[in-house]
């Protein structure tokens, strides 16, 4: 027997979900998240869920995790101190920059500009360039290395980045400075940006790699020391990390390549949603990844989801394929509050967290949250997790009256005016990635997952338009389920530049076979076999005098047939639908990438039993919760008891291990085959 855990640690809890591969048994667990040291909570997790099913962690083959420990580093500005080799004239590129200002109009006003990765202080020039050809117009100094690297290590850098100017079209250079810095600095991790990212635009190119060596030494310190507390208990298996994009990547390659973990964490839900709508018939989705500290949306279309070619985290953007992934600080732990000044109700950022957690929790919390709002209206028991958790509803409405209070309402009106505000906050994250891409939201179902996402999807489908509303089968463990059904990937890329009218269809299939070749023995050498590694492309196309370029993907056999002539008509239906015009200017090819993926986990969700549409052998209790302005009564249902074609009309609840759902009032909820349920206007 073959057994896969996927393990994904967010904010407030560590989820957990064991999948046996032949017949597609599994079982979950949820254990409060270690914030101190995220081992820790997974250790626990390992353990309890092994010994839920009958088995020891030697048993488990492969372990796959979802971290946001490169993504708190950035956020929390806890990356190493980072030394920075550059060619000479480039010593203020980190502090030139782009001039690109968010924030809207005026934002320049009241921007602070974020603080570089590698201080000047820790940046040094060196003789030596290759030319826009990547032939050598002058050698290396190595004088001029050796005496940069020693004061880098007097000063106490951590890590070293060489990025030289065109090093992305010959990286002779940054190797030999790469080996000098292994012989004087021997402790500090080295990254090279033409290893990273071989692509033009020195400033991208440079601030990717800066950003890879600052968060190296604590990915590297946290995978080796999981690891090793992994063999210790016993677990020899393989140990993979989900990438940013979507695909694993083995632990031996994030601690070189961190950059690529810098949205490891919501690419989870992404990858279980994904699984989810494959085998529920539903192509366009929109995901609603709700957790104690945030809510993560993302679009799917036609069971694709978007990637976009650079990773945002906080202030940081770096060049790195990723999950279109927008993040707001909206999540069941986020605390509501009235500022003095403006005697208007707010909710989060700020968020309880695992420690101390919503007052609910019982574990000494007193500010009121979301979790709160939820328990005070009658939307969440007073048990979760199986009835292991029990929750505290008095202290909840103590907390919550303080909002009431200030606000001069009654207690119920406060709580559901913090649970209204919250899902606004999802709702406009969710018009990011839908309405302000061009696409409509009307056309896209809403699934709901994480710890909260299904006591939110049903409000939030409502103000989207989007329906049905979608609560999954383990809603709050779909990140872990996403991690452990997901494949192997990787990716290299290759500056072009070039009017399509200056090349041929047979020069870039060659170029892109030779990088397949690459990224195909980068899998072979991680122990995915031959037969299963399939390759894609991705071309990055502009009109020749633009700035920015689009990335289409493109498999071969499609390149071989349609020619650059279907790139370009391609290029020109997307440009169309995301600018709303077209030029006349000729196409540019830009970048090259080839992707090689492992085979993905064919797994088949279980059907349920087919049921009359009467849910009652699943009814636990009545119920009442506020909702529209009154108390009105409602059904609590168990979801382990419902059967295939079940019909529950709200306002009703169903609970099950590791979530809630809530079915609103006006609203009815219908069982898939497959044990989703799908909301919908009644």
């Given at each position: 027997?073959?057994?896969?855990l996927?393990?994904?640690?967010?904010?407030?809890?560590?989820d957990?979900?064991?999948?046996?591969e032949?017949?597609?048994?599994?079982?979950?667990?949820?254990?409060?998240?270690t914030p101190?040291?995220?081992s820790?909570?997974?250790?626990?997790?390992?353990?309890?869920?092994?010994?839920?099913?009958?088995?020891?962690?030697?048993?488990?083959?492969?372990?796959?995790?979802?971290?946001?420990?490169?993504?708190?580093?950035?956020?929390?500005?806890?990356?190493?101190?980072?030394?920075?080799?550059?060619?000479?004239?480039?010593?203020?590129?980190?502090?030139?920059?782009?001039?690109?200002?968010?924030g809207?109009?005026?934002?320049?006003?009241?921007?602070?500009?974020?603080?570089?990765?590698?201080?000047?202080?820790?940046?040094?020039?060196?003789?030596?360039?290759?030319?826009?050809?990547?032939?050598?117009?002058?050698?290396?100094?190595?004088?001029?290395?050796?005496?940069?690297?020693?004061?880098?290590?007097?000063?106490?850098?951590?890590?070293?980045?060489?990025?030289?100017?065109?090093?992305?079209?010959?990286?002779?250079?940054?190797?030999?400075?790469?080996?000098l810095?292994?012989?004087?600095?021997?402790?500090?991790?080295?990254s090279?940006?033409?290893?990273?990212?071989?692509e033009?635009?020195?400033?991208?190119?440079?601030?990717?790699?800066v950003?890879?060596?600052?968060?190296?030494?604590?990915?590297?310190?946290?995978?080796?020391n999981?690891r090793?507390?992994?063999?210790?208990?016993?677990?020899?298996?393989?140990?993979?990390?989900?990438?940013?994009?979507?695909?694993?990547?083995?632990?031996e390659?994030?601690?070189?390549?961190?950059?690529?973990?810098?949205?490891?964490?919501?690419?989870?839900g992404?990858?279980?949603?994904?699984w989810?709508?494959?085998n529920?018939?539903?192509?366009?989705?929109?995901?609603?990844?709700?957790?104690?500290?945030?809510?993560?949306?993302?679009?799917?279309e036609?069971?694709?989801?978007?990637?976009?070619?650079?990773?945002?985290?906080g202030?940081?953007?770096?060049?790195?394929?990723?999950?279109?992934?927008?993040?707001?600080?909206?999540?069941?732990?986020?605390?509501?509050?009235?500022?003095?000044?403006?005697k208007?109700?707010?909710?989060?950022p700020?968020?309880?967290?695992?420690?101390?957690?919503p007052?609910?929790?019982?574990?000494?919390g007193?500010?009121?949250?979301?979790?709160?709002a939820?328990?005070?209206?009658?939307?969440?028991?007073?048990?979760?997790?199986?009835?292991?958790?029990?929750?505290?509803?008095?202290?909840?409405?103590?907390?919550?009256?303080?909002?009431?209070?200030?606000?001069?309402?009654?207690?119920?009106?406060?709580?559901?005016?913090?649970?209204?505000?919250?899902?606004e906050?999802?709702?406009?994250?969710?018009?990011?990635?839908?309405?302000?891409?061009?696409?409509d939201?009307?056309?896209?179902?809403?699934?709901?997952?994480?710890?909260?996402?299904p006591?939110?999807?049903?409000?939030v489908?409502?103000?989207?338009?989007?329906?049905?509303?979608?609560?999954?089968?383990?809603?709050?463990?779909?990140?872990?389920?996403?991690?452990?059904?997901?494949?192997?990937?990787?990716?290299?890329?290759?500056?072009?530049?070039?009017?399509?009218?200056?090349?041929?269809?047979?020069?870039?299939?060659?170029l892109?076979?030779?990088?397949?070749?690459?990224?195909?023995?980068e899998?072979l050498?991680?122990?995915?076999?031959e037969?299963?590694?399939v390759s894609?492309?991705?071309?990055?196309?502009?009109?020749?005098?633009?700035?920015?370029?689009?990335?289409?993907?493109?498999?071969?056999?499609?390149?071989?047939?349609?020619?650059?002539?279907?790139?370009?008509?391609?290029?020109?239906?997307?440009?169309?639908?995301?600018?709303?015009?077209?030029?006349?200017?000729?196409?540019?090819l830009?970048?090259?990438?080839?992707?090689a993926?492992?085979?993905?986990?064919?797994?088949?969700a279980?059907?349920?039993?087919?049921?009359?549409?009467?849910p009652?052998d699943?009814?636990?209790?009545?119920?009442?919760?506020?909702?529209?302005?009154?108390?009105?009564?409602?059904?609590i249902?168990?979801?382990?008891?419902?059967?295939?074609?079940?019909?529950?009309?709200?306002?009703?609840?169903?609970?099950?291990?590791?979530?809630?759902?809530?079915?609103?009032?006006?609203?009815?909820?219908?069982?898939?085959?497959?044990g989703?349920?799908?909301?919908?206007?009644?």
């Amino acid at each position: 027997m073959t057994y896969r855990l996927g393990v994904d640690v967010g904010g407030t809890f560590t989820d957990l979900l064991l999948l046996e591969e032949e017949t597609g048994a599994f079982w979950r667990h949820k254990t409060p998240s270690t914030p101190a040291d995220s081992s820790v909570g997974i250790l626990n997790g390992v353990e309890a869920i092994c010994q839920k099913a009958g088995i020891t962690p030697a048993d488990i083959e492969v372990f796959l995790h979802g971290t946001t420990v490169a993504t708190n580093a950035v956020l929390e500005g806890k990356g190493a101190r980072v030394g920075l080799i550059v060619a000479q004239g480039y010593r203020q590129i980190m502090q030139i920059a782009r001039s690109f200002v968010p924030g809207g109009l005026a934002g320049w006003i009241v921007w602070p500009k974020p603080k570089p990765l590698a201080a000047l202080l820790d940046t040094y020039e060196v003789g030596g360039r290759m030319d826009a050809q990547g032939n050598e117009l002058t050698p290396l100094n190595e004088g001029e290395v050796r005496a940069a690297l020693e004061k880098l290590k007097a000063q106490g850098v951590e890590a070293i980045t060489v990025s030289l100017m065109n090093a992305y079209l010959n990286g002779v250079h940054e190797k030999r400075i790469g080996e000098l810095a292994a012989e004087i600095l021997p402790n500090a991790p080295v990254s090279l940006s033409h290893e990273v990212l071989p692509e033009m635009q020195e400033y991208e190119r440079t601030l990717t790699t800066v950003a890879n060596a600052a968060v190296r030494p604590i990915v590297s310190r946290y995978v080796s020391n999981l690891r090793g507390k992994l063999r210790s208990a016993g677990m020899a298996g393989k140990l993979s990390l989900l990438r940013s994009d979507g695909g694993l990547m083995s632990s031996e390659k994030s601690e070189e390549h961190p950059v690529a973990l810098l949205m490891s964490g919501p690419a989870g839900g992404v990858t279980g949603a994904l699984w989810v709508g494959k085998n529920a018939g539903i192509k366009n989705i929109l995901t609603l990844d709700v957790g104690g500290t945030s809510t993560d949306v993302a679009l799917i279309e036609n069971l694709e989801a978007r990637r976009v070619r650079t990773t945002e985290v906080g202030h940081l953007s770096v060049r790195a394929s990723a999950l279109d992934v927008k993040t707001v600080g909206a999540g069941g732990g986020s605390i509501a509050y009235v500022p003095e000044l403006t005697k208007a109700l707010r909710v989060g950022p700020q968020s309880a967290g695992a420690v101390p957690g919503p007052v609910a929790y019982g574990k000494g919390g007193e500010l009121p949250t979301v979790t709160d709002a939820n328990v005070v209206l009658g939307y969440l028991p007073e048990a979760l997790l199986g009835g292991t958790f029990k929750l505290d509803r008095e202290g909840a409405k103590q907390a919550v009256q303080t909002i009431a209070d200030a606000l001069g309402i009654g207690l119920f009106e406060a709580a559901r005016g913090i649970i209204d505000i919250v899902n606004e906050n999802m709702f406009g994250a969710l018009r990011m990635i839908s309405v302000q891409q061009g696409y409509d939201p009307r056309d896209f179902a809403v699934m709901g997952f994480g710890g909260a996402g299904p006591l939110h999807v049903n409000a939030v489908a409502k103000l989207m338009n989007s329906w049905p509303a979608i609560s999954p089968v383990s809603p709050g463990v779909l990140c872990a389920l996403g991690d452990a059904t997901t494949r192997m990937r990787t990716e290299t890329a290759r500056s072009f530049s070039k009017r399509v009218g200056d090349t041929s269809q047979e020069e870039v299939i060659a170029l892109l076979d030779e990088m397949a070749a690459q990224t195909r023995g980068e899998l072979l050498a991680d122990g995915v076999p031959e037969a299963q590694i399939v390759s894609q492309f991705e071309i990055d196309v502009r009109y020749e005098g633009q700035a920015f370029e689009v990335p289409l993907s493109i498999d071969a056999e499609t390149l071989r047939k349609d020619g650059l002539k279907g790139v370009t008509d391609r290029f020109d239906a997307e440009h169309k639908r995301l600018f709303t015009f077209n030029m006349d200017t000729p196409h540019e090819l830009v970048n090259l990438r080839a992707v090689a993926m492992g085979a993905a986990l064919d797994l088949p969700a279980a059907q349920l039993p087919v049921g009359d549409g009467h849910p009652s052998d699943a009814k636990i209790r009545d119920h009442e919760l506020w909702m529209d302005g009154k108390v009105h009564p409602a059904v609590i249902y168990d979801r382990a008891k419902l059967k295939q074609g079940d019909v529950i009309p709200g306002p009703a609840i169903v609970i099950e291990m590791d979530s809630t759902t809530l079915i609103e009032l006006g609203c009815v909820g219908k069982v898939d085959a497959v044990g989703n349920i799908l909301i919908n206007l009644a």
